[in-house]
């Protein structure tokens, strides 16, 4: 079974500074990969996905990610955070199963100080 | 095009109460899912569906049912609520294409109290 691991429940940065939020995954199929942010109390919506070819993926608001298959990685980052990159962010995997479900980390809440 | 809607956005009930999730999609997926998001836990797969009429059991099914007698809508009943069922529940609804990579799409969220 694919499991996620998300290190740091809080991140806090300062405004303009890098951010970096760690995900680390397991799964016995090549997965694809998703991270996904969650506004306060708002639903989920899709930041960027890694399914096949290029490693490095880019998404809204200037976030990306590069997905690591020797380190099962799929870390995200933002050169220059901003007020508004304040959220929760939640990685996500799925193998290529019939049930097609996602399976989530813990989430990491981002908070970006002025 | 409304994408994934839910109703009701908020609900408190008492313990022994019961009561149904709607969610409504707009999108043709086959695919329909219902999660609950608990602090530090990220979210947990209840019950899936991957076509109409047919739903099974996710990660956490116990005092969940649901059913998909049409496509575009997925309910969730809680026949019989325990203030453990107190969440935050999200319906999710995607494609069964295999060019679909899997997105989800998200409906705004469901804010259950259970006393």
């Known amino acids: 079974a694919q499991s996620v691991t998300q290190l740091g429940s809080h991140v806090s940065v300062s405004e303009g500074a890098l951010v970096l939020l760690r995900c680390n995954y397991s799964?016995?199929?090549?997965?694809?990969l998703f991270w996904y942010v969650q506004y306060p109390n708002q639903g989920l919506q899709l930041l960027l996905k890694?399914?096949?070819?290029?490693?490095l993926v880019k998404g809204i608001n200037g976030f990306e990610a590069e997905f690591k298959k020797s380190e099962t990685s799929f870390h995200l980052t933002k050169p220059s955070a901003h007020m508004s990159d304040a959220a929760e962010y939640f990685c996500?995997?799925?193998?290529?199963?019939?049930?097609?479900?996602?399976?989530f980390g813990s989430g990491t809440r981002l908070q970006v100080q002025p | 095009n409304a994408g994934v809607t839910q109703t009701p956005k908020f609900r408190v009930l008492k313990t022994g109460q019961s009561m149904t999730l709607l969610c409504a999609q707009d999108?043709?997926?086959?695919?329909m899912y219902w999660y609950r998001q608990d602090p530090g836990m990220g979210l947990r797969l209840i019950h899936y569906?991957?076509?109409?009429?047919?739903?099974a059991k996710g990660e956490v099914p116990d005092g969940y049912n649901v059913s998909r007698l049409k496509k575009q809508n997925f309910l969730l009943g809680l026949e019989s609520a325990a203030p453990s069922q107190t969440s935050v529940y999200f319906c999710?609804?995607?494609?069964?294409?295999?060019?679909?990579?899997?997105?989800?799409?998200f409906g705004p969220g469901t804010r259950l109290t259970v006393t």
């Open positions: 890694y399914t096949t070819g290029a490693t």
């Open positions: 996500a995997v799925t193998p290529d199963t019939g049930r097609r479900a996602l399976t």
């Open positions: 569906s991957v076509g109409e009429g047919t739903t």
């Open positions: 999108m043709n997926h086959e695919y």
């Open positions: 999710a609804s995607s494609y069964s294409s295999v060019w679909s990579s899997y997105e989800q799409y």
């Open positions: 799964s016995s199929v090549p997965p694809y």
